[in-house]
């Protein structure tokens, strides 16, 4: 055989066996960068899960922090309303004679707590919604009697009928704004477990 033509086929001969590792290493090597990305991708995935749940838990925490200080300060403005609406109030208020100043604790602070906890009961509290405006509704009739029993000067039957009528509203108020704390109670050890 001629050395040119042996050379020649030993040089394809080789080719082949380069072309052959060749091809062979670039499958390995794309294997592995398959497994490699596979493993890349898993580990993302899983990255990305543990960040969304702690983004999930950070937020119901956030959101439970702003309920806790709504129910707080719906609480506290209850224990307000039920003293602002009271046997005492009445008293002091009738012994004073000074519409102008019972006209202006009803607006000024009576409604004023009311439509705060409103507000707050409506976005955190729900359910709660029918008892604030219960209440509400009782605070109307406290203040529209009591005014009506002050601007009476006699001790006659009717305006023992108009104080009997503030004091079922103080009752009333009372009773409904226990039932709420009570309710925001509940709410308060949901949360906290």
């Known amino acids: 055989m001629d050395k040119g033509l042996a050379t020649f086929i030993g040089a394809i001969i080789g080719a082949g066996i380069a072309i052959y590792v060749a091809h062979r290493n670039s499958k390995q090597q794309i294997g592995l960068l398959k497994e490699q990305l596979d493993y890349q991708r898993e580990l993302?995935?899983?990255?990305?899960?543990?960040?969304?749940?702690?983004?999930?838990?950070?937020?119901?925490?956030?959101?439970?922090?702003?309920?806790?200080?709504?129910?707080?300060?719906?609480?506290?403005?209850?224990?307000?309303?039920?003293s602002k609406c009271s046997s005492t109030t009445s008293y002091i208020s009738t012994v004073s004679k000074d519409l102008k100043s019972f006209n202006k604790?009803?607006?000024?602070?009576?409604?004023?707590?009311i439509n705060k906890i409103q507000m707050s009961v409506g976005l955190y509290f729900p359910d709660l919604l029918n008892d604030i405006n219960t209440i509400h509704s009782q605070a109307n009739l406290f203040w529209g009697n009591q005014q009506q029993y002050m601007s009476q000067n006699t001790s006659d039957e009717a305006n023992q009928q108009t104080l009997s009528k503030?004091?079922?509203?103080?009752?009333?108020?009372?009773?409904?704004?226990?039932?709420?704390?009570?309710?925001?109670?509940?709410?308060f050890d949901k949360i906290n477990t």
Do not use: D
Not at 52 to 74: A, D, G, M, S, T
Not at 166 to 187: D, G, R, T, W, Y
């Open 44 to 82: 993302f995935e899983k990255e990305q899960k543990e960040k969304y749940r702690l983004l999930e838990i950070e937020y119901k925490q956030n959101y439970n922090n702003q309920k806790l200080k709504h129910l707080e300060e719906v609480y506290h403005l209850l224990s307000k309303i039920k």
């Open 105 to 113: 604790l009803y607006t000024e602070e009576i409604v004023n707590y």
């Open 166 to 187: 503030v004091f079922e509203s103080i009752n009333q108020i009372s009773s409904l704004a226990s039932k709420m704390q009570s309710n925001l109670k509940s709410e």
